[in-house]
């Protein structure tokens, strides 16, 4: 699905002639001073092998973009709800006609050939032997490997680039990120307990069931948040994507189990599929994805009517970072009526290149300017990161440091609700504090004083957003019933709630919800989410931060409500 774009030949014939080879001053453009954790050397590679590098282009005005994308989400500006196309949208990521020449020039000198990889034309590929690689970039690229998992790679400790391309060329990767490969679904801590596939009565009255004390279901979501039972219009402009990845297959006989036993009246739907990177769709019971029949389950299961992409990544994956941009690039050379896209996976915001996290950033900004809601779990390590781990500073979680996204943590138990222990939050080392959460951050940080002081961020934007269910949510999975737990459920819940009210917006004649944060920080948009004061995430050797009065890192601005979401957007 993803699109290529040649350069112009023009501009490649005309540069044939540059600059003799090896003229360049080169200084060094990213490094990383010793092997990450949990890497290995593991040899030498053959100078003839081939490997295949993008480099991002300076994009010629991403302030203009960001600008904008704030402007069209704020909805106290004259120009809220005026989502971009995605063409408007390349008129701001493409790169300057200065920097495409300067680039496909130095390339020219060696030989190397670029095609052009993203929908704007920003990000170039090049396939390179070893020895030309090491002399393009004065790097020295050698295998290593991931010890954990034996994965092996080609990566280099430090490149260079001429200096009179450093305003040209963001990055070029893969060179120094060691990126961990993505182990298992993060949100998914536990299987506690297997049920029977007994049928369960969806319960008629607004009461919330008390056995949603204990096994969390669609019917206990609708009485808990005041999700609608009643099937969306089902609108082809309005439509959840689901992220899937590591070979994670989304089952359509689970998500039929599953329908049967607890939303009866939509047995008969299905998700559809996009496959890029040489994603499958595999269909065996047994390669079902716990993580995959999930996030597909309270999707379909949950937002009525709605249409589900299951967008299933392979393992070619061009980006460095698992897909996560290779989904964006996708989504916007094909949007197909996509208005939500939720993800159940993560990284640790310090396992990735800064580099590679505002990549990522950019592209969410991207797709929410489109007018696509981009929702993350937050992580299931509470203020240690994706999972739970030994630190000694807290650990925020990517993407969900990037003000675009709407990063999902974690509640349980019954009205009122209190905070998941497992909920991931904290604040980003790499994005400041957005002006949208700005006096939160701070009133935050001011009610606890010195706790913690030195091991988080005080200026970085604080994470999440916003808490939905995370314990005890009964799936299908292999044929049988499981309760899971993790910030994995919460995010595709919430997807679910906002594809619902966009489903509304739509049958109003007005424009989706797009990127959220601004209104979910707005005066209405707060008076949508019913505050959560009690519980910690614990992590780090420490209890945590603690949920509170107002927003907080552990549940943000608390859990949903779907009529006061619906009384937000003025409907
Ligand atoms: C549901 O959709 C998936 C993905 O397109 C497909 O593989 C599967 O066969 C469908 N299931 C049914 C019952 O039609
Ligand atoms: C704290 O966050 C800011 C961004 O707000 C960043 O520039 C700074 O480097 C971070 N500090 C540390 C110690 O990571």
Known sequence: MRSTFLLPLATLLAIAHGNPTGRRAMAVHESVSALPRGFAHAGSVAPTQEITLRIALVQSDIKGLEAKTYAISDPANALYGQHLTPAEVAEYVKPAEETLSAVSEWLAEHGVTPKSISPAGDLLQITLPVSTANTLLAAQFAAFKHVESGKTSIRTLSYSLPVSLQEHVHFVHPTVAF??????????????HRRDTEARATPTSDAVPSSCASVVNPACLEAMYGIPAAKATGSASNAIAVAGYIDQFANSAD??????ALRSDLVGAN??????DGGQNDQTVANAGIEADLDIEYTVGVAAG???????????TIDDIAGFVDIVNSIIADPAGITVLTTSYGFNEQDLPVSLVVEMC??????????????????DGGVGGIQSTTCTAFVPTAPGGCPFITSVGGSTGLPPQVAASLSGGGFSNVFPTPDFQAGDVAAYIASIGDQYAGLYNRSGRGLPDMAAQAENVEIAWQGSFWLVDGTSCASPIFAS?????????????KPVLGFLNPFLYSPAGRAAFTDITSGTNPGCNTNGFSASTGWDPVTGLGTPNFDRLLTAVGL
């Open 179 to 192: 990126v961990p490969p993505l182990s298992g679904p993060p949100g998914v801590t536990a299987i506690n």
């Open 255 to 260: 998500l039929s189990r599953f329908l049967g």
């Open 271 to 276: 998700f559809s599929l996009r496959t890029i």
């Open 306 to 316: 709605v249409p589900v992409t299951f967008i299933s990544v392979g393992d070619n």
């Open 497 to 509: 709630m906002v594809a619902v009210v966009n489903d509304r917006l739509i049958a109003a004649g």
């Open 362 to 379: 950019n592209a969410y900004m991207q797709l929410g300017a489109i007018g696509v809601s981009v929702l993350f779990a937050s992580g």
